[in-house]
């Protein structure tokens, strides 16, 4: 199987997830990684690796439709059979989920559906919540609503800060999305509703 990493930022789940696939845990080729942010330092790793890398510039579309059709088209070109999302600041146009059915991944940085959207572990953080932590689930149109494949939960500790919290939350993004991965590549699991069955 194929796969692509969409990323906006810094590449910490797209490092972990090369790590995997070097490491055999995934048994599945990242083909090309695509940024729509010119400096993203997932550009970089991604180079380093020796995997196609792309920046797509979303001010050259006149809308949501159109950028994603241009995505698509690079993960046509190669061969794509799942996209995985490692810290994709955009939302994706039903368009682009309807071209991959069940076929993209997403990570958030808490359990959902607690603190969704953009600023969640500062929000879980500000809250004074106890427990917090990472999901990854499938990606629907709606906003961090697809049915949830892995979580871990993080302890916030009255020591914690937020840059604390943030370093543990990574490291269980760095353990789940593998494992996500893995089980997607596998074939192991089984979407009923809401849920996903974890097969045998
Ligand atoms: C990760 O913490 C991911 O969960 C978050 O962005 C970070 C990207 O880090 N995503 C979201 O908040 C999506 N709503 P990375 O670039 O080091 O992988």
Request: aromatic share 8%.
């Amino acid at each position: 199987m194929n796969f692509a990493v969409l990323a906006s930022g810094r590449g910490g789940n797209l490092q972990a997830i090369i790590n995997a696939v070097h490491a055999g845990q995934i048994k599945a080729h990242l083909k090309v990684v695509i940024s729509d942010k010119k400096d993203a330092y997932a550009l970089e790793i991604a180079k380093q690796a020796k995997i196609p890398a792309y920046y797509i510039n979303p001010k050259d579309f006149s809308d949501r439709v159109s950028l994603d059709r241009a995505i698509i088209q690079h993960l046509h070109e190669y061969h794509v059979d799942f996209v995985v999302l490692a810290g994709y600041m955009r939302l994706v146009s039903s368009y682009f989920v309807d071209q991959y059915p069940n076929k993209i991944l997403n990570i958030h940085p808490s359990l959902l559906p607690a603190f969704k959207g953009m600023h969640a572990m500062k929000d879980a953080f500000e809250y004074g919540a106890k427990v917090t932590g990472a999901t990854v689930h499938f990606v629907v149109e709606q906003m961090d609503e697809g049915a949830v494949i892995v979580q871990e939960p993080v302890r916030i500790e009255s020591n914690d800060t937020l840059e604390s919290l943030a370093e543990k939350i990574h490291a269980a993004e760095h353990r789940i999305y593998p494992q996500a991965i893995e089980l997607l590549v596998n074939g192991k699991l089984k979407i009923e509703g809401r849920k996903v069955i974890l097969k045998n």
